[in-house]
């Protein structure tokens, strides 16, 4: 954002002795909203126009707003489901404002660096964020190269927009940023940044919309609607992308957090669910074994049949959601797992054809709910089963340590057909399941985003039924999304452990 408002980071006013009136440009944050997910119930707090909480909404959330500029008010319901005047500095006006609601995110866009006690803002806020919720902040970049070089110069100037905007009232490098997160008791876990390259020249841009606009007052959205933005925006900003990652703490603009409340140690409620395609033979025994295990657990099938499995599966009970025509195994694993982080605090999903031993769920459990895990991959090929063929060990085995080369994840199986995958986790990616080997996402996303991953061995047994695996198209999928996953989160996972 390149704002600079006297007391907001969204608002439009004149600095106190100021002749001119200043104004905002709004844009959207783009590794703030990158980072999104597919939250349910966002709060965005300092919203502005909207920009950012409408993107939130895009993915399906209900978004509610805070601001306190009127004009900005004003646009932003334009955008957002709803938008409250609340003063975040205040206890009881957050109390009044914000009583009886709660949010799995909190999107905090360059407004923390406005409040003389951003920590004491961050934690009169939690208690309106579920556990494990997430809170993604913004704040910018104090130890910019340009800021740098300014101080070479012996310059410290406030300008009227950008890192040393005029309002800010606290300064963050990446590392005091991360510091202020979990003074405020929040767990950090992963950083991102926009860049600081081509912004640099922002003064000669705001200059020339200056000079174009009628009245010297250009619209604040006028810029990120311009032809050279959206071309900025889709052919040199995926570049300084690439490039700012490799030096952020001097290349950033803005340092992009995303953290969360740490889930605490409870009962979680459970949705196991299955991809069914014709398992007439098999669906009515396997919902058997799951309710011996589970008998409190929802049981959710993404159906693409055409014998008789989902009316079975309806009539034991299961919530079944009919993919026709199958559009294959991704999109069906994307509706599976969204829906049951619609429903549930965890989705345990397993094939329906007894490969993978139901009396393995409670272990999963367990692991998430006393543990504070958010993935629980069960490898099959730690050594070799008896019933996987050979090539199908080794071509296994193959992606497993490719996975290991190019990502840093000690893997032994990338597409296990048996995990557990914490709801919060989840709505906090926005996984495409377009095309095959979603899986590998799903594992390699949490893993190098600094979500807690236990891969644990698993009996792999004799498949009841026929295989839908489609080799061929499964492979160059899993290639795809091997090299799609590189600029994720980091190399590595230190938090990524085997049992």
Request: proline share 6%; with cysteine; hydrophobic share 40%.
């Amino acid at each position: 954002m390149l704002s600079s408002p006297a007391v907001t980071a969204n608002g439009t006013s004149t600095a106190e002795g100021a002749t001119n009136t200043k104004y905002v440009v709004e844009e959207q944050n783009t590794a703030l909203v990158g980072a999104i997910g597919r939250p349910r119930r966002v709060l965005d707090v300092g919203c502005g126009v909207g920009l950012n909480g409408e993107a939130a909404k895009r993915r399906g959330a209900h978004v509610t707003g805070i601001e306190i500029v009127p004009a900005s008010i004003e646009r932003a319901k334009e955008r957002l489901d709803e938008v409250l005047a609340i003063d975040v500095t205040s206890d009881e006006a957050v109390t009044k404002g914000l009583a009886g609601r709660s949010f799995d995110l909190l999107l905090f866009a360059d407004m923390l660096e406005h409040v003389a006690d951003p920590i004491a803002v961050i934690r009169r806020l939690l208690p309106y964020l579920e556990d494990g919720g997430h809170v993604i902040v913004s704040l910018p970049n104090v130890a910019a190269w340009t800021v740098r070089l300014g101080l070479l110069a012996g310059k410290f100037e406030y300008t009227q927009s950008g890192i040393l905007d005029d309002s800010h009232l606290r300064f963050f490098t990446r590392e005091t940023g991360r510091q202020m997160l979990e003074r405020a008791g929040l767990e950090v876990l992963r950083l991102g940044q926009n860049p600081m390259l081509v912004r640099a020249a922002k003064d000669v841009v705001l200059s020339a919309q200056r000079a174009v606009a009628p009245g010297g007052t250009p619209d604040p959205e006028s810029l990120r609607k311009s032809l050279p933005y959206k071309l900025y925006q889709g052919l040199v900003r995926p570049v300084e992308d690439v490039v700012a990652a490799r030096a952020p703490e001097l290349l950033s603009f803005q340092n992009v957090y995303v953290a969360r409340k740490p889930p605490k140690a409870r009962k979680l409620s459970l949705t196991v669910g299955m991809l069914t395609m014709n398992e007439e033979d098999s669906i009515e025994a396997m919902m058997g074994e799951i309710r011996r295990v589970a008998p409190d657990a929802k049981i959710l099938c993404v159906d693409s049949s055409t014998d008789r499995t989902p009316e079975i599966a309806a009539r034991l009970g299961a919530r079944v959601l009919r993919q026709l025509p199958p559009r294959g195994h991704g999109p069906a694993m994307e509706l599976l797992m969204y829906s049951a982080a619609a429903e549930s605090d965890l989705l345990i999903y397993l094939d329906c054809d007894f490969t993978y031993p139901a009396d393995y769920i409670p272990v999963l459990r367990r692991i998430v709910e006393e543990e504070g895990v958010d993935v629980v991959n069960c490898a099959r090929t730690r050594t070799r089963p008896a019933a996987m063929p050979l090539p199908n060990y080794l071509a296994n085995r193959s992606f497993a340590a490719l996975a290991h080369v190019m990502h840093g994840i000690p893997t032994c199986d990338v597409h296990s057909g048996m995990r557990a995958y914490r709801s919060s986790m989840m709505r906090a990616f926005d996984f495409d399941g377009e095309g095959d080997a979603l899986p590998i996402d799903t594992l390699l996303f949490p893993a190098k985003c600094g979500y807690r991953v236990v891969e644990m061995p698993i009996d792999y047994q004799e498949r009841v039924g026929q295989s839908k695996l489609r080799k061929i198209a499964g492979t160059v999928w899993t290639m795809i999304r091997l090299v799609n996953a590189l600029p994720v989160g980091q190399r590595g996972s230190s938090r990524y452990e085997l049992r």
